[in-house]
């Protein structure tokens, strides 16, 4: 019997450590102003769940302000990668981790979670689903925090590598879109639509 195909990139001898250190950086003031939100509406920075993990880098960052760290990926490799490293921190954060995608949230219990944090990962969510989960596992006035990337980037100052990476992303694009599996094919989507398609039922949030 067949094993089943493996969710995310699957990248033979993938260089972990050096994807976390020069992807793109979530800057100081993208956590500046969720905290900022989360202490007007909830104050509260005993448990958050850090979904679709990949190598733990958003991880990392939360586990500086709240007690307990959960972190998931449906990918074996990515949450074995996350493990490794989030587990060589000096920190006072007691982290969690397990094998899921991110709308599976039946291994967390009912009104556990201050806040939830899902980081260039939405797109490939069942949204429907993830939401009336967030509705079980969320306490009042906890804080559901979707991040992407806005726009594309672009290599400045270096003519021939920007004329490459054009060339790399139009393939890339264009091989997503046509040949891509129905969740990348909705990643794109969800991604290009800045979440404006990310819908949050009143029926589901309003106590």
């Known amino acids: 019997m067949a094993s ?8 033979p001898d ?45 991880s990392e960052a939360l586990a500086e302000r ?3 760290v959960a972190v998931s990926d449906p990918n074996t490799d990515y949450l074995a990668v996350a493990k490794e490293r989030l587990s060589q921190l000096s920190t006072r954060a007691e982290f969690i981790f397990h094998e899921s995608t991110a709308e599976d949230l039946s291994w967390l219990s009912a009104r556990s979670l ?21 509705s079980r596992v969320l306490r009042s006035s906890a804080t559901f925090t979707a991040v992407n990337y806005n ?8 003519p021939e590598a920007a004329a490459a990476w054009v060339d790399f992303a139009d393939v890339w694009v264009t091989r997503g879109i ?15 639509a800045g979440h404006d398609c990310i819908g949050l039922p009143r029926e589901v949030f309003e106590d």
């Open 151 to 158: 726009g594309w980037p672009a290599i400045i100052n270096n």
């Open 66 to 68: 709240f007690d307990e």
């Open 14 to 58: 993938f260089d972990w450590d050096a994807y976390s250190k020069f992807r793109p950086a979530y800057p100081d003031s993208l956590f500046s102003r969720i905290y900022e939100y989360h202490m007007k509406h909830c104050n509260r920075w005993a448990v958050v769940h850090d979904a679709g993990c990949g190598a733990g880098v958003a």
């Open 114 to 134: 201050d806040m939830f944090t899902i980081f260039t990962a939405i797109g490939y969510v069942d949204l429907h689903k993830l939401m009336q989960e967030l």
């Open 4 to 11: 089943p195909p493996k969710i995310g990139f699957v990248i």
């Open 178 to 192: 046509n040949d891509g599996s129905a969740a990348v094919k909705r990643g794109f989507r969800v991604s290009w």
